[in-house]
Structure formats: C-alpha cells, structure tokens
C-alpha cells in the first residue's frame, strides 16, 4: 500500500506523463532532495526555484496562462501568507477578463498540526483557501483520494489548491484504498520509486504502472456509515473524526462521518443528506475558529435545515491564537483531540429537544 | 543615457503620431467621461505615449508562446491602440458597459486583456506583473529557437519597491536558465504623491547590473529615441533569449488618477508637443494640419463616446459568470 506521499509522487508521474505536466515547481523539489516529504522524487519536470512563494506562484500564474500546465508546491502553507494577492490574482484571472483567460496550475502545499512542528510548520489554510472566490480546493485524506485528487486538479481548467495534511503524508491507507495498478507489496514499491539515501545521482525511478484514476472534484466521501450524528470533516481531522466515532460507538452513539474532500466547491448535497438523516451535525476542522470554513457550513445549515435538526450545530476548530505551540500540551490545547470529538458526538446524539 | 541622434523614417514618425495623439485623445475623452459622470474612475498614461505607442508597433502579436506576451499596467493605453486595440472599446470599460470586452463592466478603466493578443490581464496591484512574467518568458524560451516570442513587463518606478520587481530580475537571470524577458520601468518621477527621489537612492536600471542583466537608461518623451532604444531591446532579448531592462524616463501630464483631479499638469514635458514640433521643423505636416488632425480625432471620440453612453450596462445577475472557467482556453490553438 502506498503512503499519501508516494501517491502524491506516483499523480505527479502520471501528470507528466499522460496528463501534460510541464513543470513541477518550488523549493527543493527537484534533485538532489525532491521535496522535503519525498513528495517528487524521481519527477523528470520538477525543478527548484529560489526561495521566493511569490514568485513560485507568479511563475506558475504565468507558465499557466502561457499553455503550460505547472504544478507549484509551496514548502509549508505557513509561507504562502505573502502570497495572498497574487492566489487572488490567480483566482480572479477569468473573471475579471469575463471569461477570455483561464489559469490551470496545481498549488500544492503540507498543511496542519500533528507533527509538533511549531508555530511556522504548523498553520492551516483551509479558511483562508476557501476565501479567495475562483479556486477550487481540495485537501485528501488518504492515499487513494491524494491520487486521484492531484489528477483531478491537474486536468482542471481552473486553479486548484492542493492541501496536504502534513501528517498523514506517511499514513498509509486501507486495502479499500489502493490505487490501481500499484504493486501489492509495499517494499516493492518502496524499492521502485523511494530514492536511496546518500548519492541518488544514478538513480532511476522505476514507477508502476497507475492508473488514470480522476476523483470528481466536488464529491465528498461516506469515511463512516452511522444514524444518531454526523461529523463532516477532512483532512487530518477526518481521521480523529473516525476514531471519536469509534470511541462514542462504544457508549451505543452511531457516527457518521463525512469527508468532504473538496471544499471549494463543497458537496452540499452530501452534508445535506447526512444531516437529514441524524438531524445532528459537527463540523470539524483545526484551523483556527473565528471566520473559520466550519463556520460558513454550520450558518447554511442553520439556514436551510433549521427545523430538521434536533440540537443545536457546533463547530470544534482550532483556538483562535497566532501560532500551534511547540510544547505536546500547547498542541493538544490547541487543536480539536479525539477526547473531546468524542465528548461532542455523546452530547449531540443524547441532546434532547 | 541613450539620446539623440536617431533618426525615423518620414512614415514611421507619422505613424507614431496617429497613435501618440489618438491615445492622448482617448485619455482626454476618458477623463471628460469621468468629470461629467460617465464613469467612476479614471488612470492612463498621458505622457507616456512616445514610449508605449513604439512598444505597441514593435509587438510581435499574436497567440501562444511563438509570440510575445504583455504585463502592462493601467498607463498602457498608448500601447493597445498601436496594437490595433479600438478606441472604442476603452470607452465601453470606462463607461463599464457588459460590452466592455476586456471586463465586462467589471475593472477601471485602461485595465486591457486579451488572450488573442497575449495580454495578460491589467492588475491595480502595483508590481503583480514582474512576478508573472518569468512564466511566460519561460513558455517563450521552450517555443523553441525559432520563435521570436518574448515577454514584455512594465510598471511605474514606485512599484519597483515591490519585491515582485526583485523576483523578475532573479528569477530572469538564473544561471544558465536565462529567460527573453523585457522588463520595462516607465520612471514619471512619481508614486501617487510621493516624489521618487524621496524613496529611491538607487539608479532604477542599475540594479539590473547586480545580475548581469544588460540595461540602459532613455528619455521617454522623444519617440525617436524610445523606438530606437525600444528596437535595439528587443532585438537583444529576442535574439539572445536573456532579460534586458529598460527605463524610460516619462512625465505624467494628468497627475496620478481621477482622484487627484486629473488635471493638465504644465511644468513637464509633453511627448506629443515634442513630436509635432520635430514634424513641423522637418516639414512633413503643417501646424494647421495637426490642428486639424487633433480637433477631428477628438471629435470622433466625443460622438463614441456619446453612443457608448447608451450601451446597456451588465446586470446584477453577470456575477457570478465566469467564477470558474468549463474550458481551457488557454490551452486551446
């Protein structure tokens, strides 16, 4: 079974090869390291830039715009902030010249906590993805959906974000999860596509040959069948969401989770259905609270299914402070941990009207 | 400093002419619209037209890498026109009209694109352009050896402030991956209020020497030596395929925009007066023609004008068109 990062590697090599991938793009992906997580090791179009996010991104705005088909990485979502005004060039390009430009590029950054990674590797982007109007946004959380997702964003005529839970990069997925076409043993694909340590100057990847699996952007995904109450997450988060969901199973509370995958643009139709169904939803995420993507989801919900829910909504997100803390306990106080997703799911399921 | 003499043909410097005073026409047209309240806001470039209406004749136009891409900024006027832009259409953006074919009624006015021609959307963002440009430059140089394509990028000296001017000349001159990028500074000795020269101790060309990038320095209100310069750059860049980095030094006859009056400033040098007077001293029109020349154009303009006026404008609804692209036009040949 693949990690998420050779998934990752293993989309990347099939954009370059069958989906017209010009350049992989940003600090360090290209020789000797290929990505600080591995991510593009062995990718033939990936090359290193200087340390610069805003002119990673304007490159690829204007290696987009001129036919090419570019996937830029920024290093962590912590340094993207600098770039804010040119993702909303980006995402403005076709509709402030009322449909006469497009701009195709793949930005794909490590977002999240869960690595103990301080107050600069540690941030999340979801909230902020989600405000800048013309991108779509996709975030995996397993192997099999960072596969198909990355083919999906590449083949996509708009700009698409690519946010990779930095912790689950190398998570590996279930046997549901494998993508098609990779090798059944996972030392065999190891030995095929991980670069060796020391001098890799000679070496060659020797890559499977993968599918052209494309996930539809816009779809989330049933992570977890269940009647009494629904968590719609994604990313690292929907992980902690099935472990809550397992540990409130255990107390007779049926969860069912959501992972919605796409957050720009959202599968509302899923959400809707889910809730229809448990008439109890928590919308779970671990960027910061205040005008946070949870909160968008929960006000629709209020809106439109107000007389269908039975307790009120919640939002668990991370503490509105600047930074994750460095120190185990900063961490856990400042992203939602399973305990108190669990606490949640009882108190939802069990409230009465 | 590149200054006199060159000398343009009798036809090319009439040409020039047709372009310089339709453009400045346009400008004044637009800014008329603006004070009598047919549009919001108004920025061009009056006094930059020597420089930008040579650049528009010397465009290699087209689409697709084989030919140059343009990140203009919102003072291009000069240079659309000479592309062969219809004046008209600049009205439409002012008055924003749903026939305004760069925006839809959606950006200020002089805010050009067009994918036929390779223009790049204008930005109010100051600078945005340099950070852009490497990528076209780079899809130019892979067209291949035959192609003369090239990329053009050009911004005010206040913008070169921003670190996106720093990301072009690095990004240009990578060692061994230099990239046909032109980068142009119209230096007007201003930024909105601010006087360059309490701002910048530097010589703006000069930081092109820090990486290698060849450079030079023009006076902006003579055509003939900005078509020249012009000329020589871009024969440099398309023929090496490395940067090259042009400042021209331009006034700004209508001060910042329409929100600091946009009134007819009297103590710089007007391009277009130092044309006619070198057309009247070689004698290839008389003053009365020109006279003639700039009351009719300016006439033609305002009855556009007046019929744009009538135009529809977008609807509420036009929103949320074109959010999202269902084609890849840029893909498409």
């Known amino acids: ?352 009207p | 400093m590149l200054t006199r003499n060159c000398t343009l043909s009798p036809s090319l410097l009439l040409k020039l002419y047709d372009q310089m005073l339709l453009a400045r026409c346009l400008e004044e047209r637009l800014i008329q619209m603006h004070k009598q309240g047919d549009g919001f806001f108004w920025v061009g470039g009056p006094g930059e037209e020597a420089l930008n209406a040579s650049l528009g004749l010397l465009v290699h136009k087209g689409r697709g890498p084989e030919y140059d891409y343009l990140h203009l900024h919102y003072r291009s006027t000069a240079t659309l026109l000479a592309m062969g832009a219809d004046p008209v259409d600049a009205l439409r953006q002012m008055k924003n009209t749903a026939s305004d074919p760069y925006s839809r009624g959606r950006n200020f006015c002089n805010h050009y694109s067009k994918r036929a021609w390779n223009v790049l959307p204008v930005s109010s963002t100051i600078g945005v352009q340099f950070a852009m440009a490497p990528g076209t430059a780079l899809a130019n140089k892979r067209a291949g050896a035959a192609s003369k394509g090239i990329t053009i990028v050009q911004g005010g000296d206040a913008g070169t402030a921003e670190g996106d001017f720093s990301t072009c000349l690095i990004w240009s001159s990578l060692p061994g991956r230099e990239l046909p990028c032109l980068m142009i500074v119209t230096n007007n000795q201003w930024g909105i209020s601010t006087p360059a020269a309490h701002m910048h101790a530097e010589r703006i060309a000069s930081r092109a020497d820090a990486f290698g990038i060849r450079n030079a320095v023009v006076d902006g209100n003579d055509v003939e030596v900005c078509y020249t310069a012009l000329s020589h750059a871009m024969d440099y860049v398309r023929s090496t395929r490395r940067p090259f980095l042009l400042e021209a030094n331009v006034s700004r006859l209508y001060g910042h925009t329409s929100a600091s009056g946009a009134n007819r400033v009297t103590d710089e040098v007007d391009c277009l007066e130092l044309l006619e007077e070198r057309i009247a001293t070689l004698g290839l029109l008389t003053r009365d023609r020109m006279r003639q020349q700039r009351a009719d154009c300016t006439h033609q303009l305002r009855e556009s004008a007046k019929l744009v006026c009538e135009e529809a404008q977008p609807s509420g609804e036009d929103i949320y068109r074109d959010v999202f692209a269902t084609r890849d036009l840029v893909h498409e040949q």
Not at chain 1, 208 to 220: E, K, Y
Request: glycine letters at 8%; aromatic letters at 6%.
């Open chain 1, 1 to 352: 079974m693949a990690t998420m990062v050779q998934a990752m590697r293993l989309a990347l090599h099939v954009g370059e090869e069958r989906f017209g991938v010009t350049d992989v793009l940003g600090q360090d992906v290209g020789p000797p390291l290929g990505g600080i997580f591995t991510q593009t090791q062995g990718i033939k179009t990936a090359w290193n830039t200087p340390l610069d996010e805003r002119g990673i991104v304007g490159t690829a705005i204007g290696l987009a715009m001129a036919g090419q088909r570019p996937v830029a990485e920024i290093q962590f979502c912590d340094y993207a902030f600098n770039s804010i005004d040119l993702l909303k060039l980006a995402g403005g390009m076709c509709w402030s010249s009322a449909g006469d430009w497009n701009c195709p590029m793949v930005l794909m950054m490590p977002v999240g906590s869960g690595i103990r990674g301080s107050i600069y590797h540690s941030h999340s982007f979801d909230a902020q993805a989600t405000r800048i109007p013309g991108w779509k946004v996709v975030m995996p959380s397993n192997p099999l959906d960072a596969y198909g997702l990355m083919l999906a964003a590449i083949a996509d005529p708009n700009p698409v974000m690519y946010l990779a839970p930095k912790a689950l990069l190398r998570v590996r997925g279930t046997a549901a999860q494998r993508i098609p076409g990779e090798p059944e043993d996972q030392q065999a694909l190891s030995k095929m596509i991980d670069a060796p340590l020391g001098d890799r100057s000679a070496w060659v990847p020797r890559w499977p040959d993968t599918s052209s699996l494309v996930l539809p952007i816009g779809q989330a995904r049933v992570a977890r069948e269940g009647t009494d109450v629904t968590v719609v997450s994604y990313g690292r988060m929907a992980h902690i969401a099935l472990q809550a969901a397992e540990r409130a199973a255990n107390e007779g509370v049926d969860a069912e989770v959501i992972d919605l995958r796409t957050l720009i643009p959202y599968d509302w139709e899923a959400i809707q259905e889910s809730i229809r169904k448990t008439r109890r939803v928590l919308f779970l995420n671990e960027d910061t609270e205040v005008t946070n993507f949870g909160e968008h989801l929960l006000r629709r919900a209020v809106e439109e299914l107000f007389y269908e829910l039975e307790a009120p909504p919640r939002v668990l997100a991370g503490a509105h402070v600047p930074g994750i803390g460095l120190a185990d306990a900063l961490e856990r106080a400042s992203v939602p941990q399973v305990d108190e997703v669990a606490l949640s799911l009882r108190e939802l399921a069990r409230h009465v």
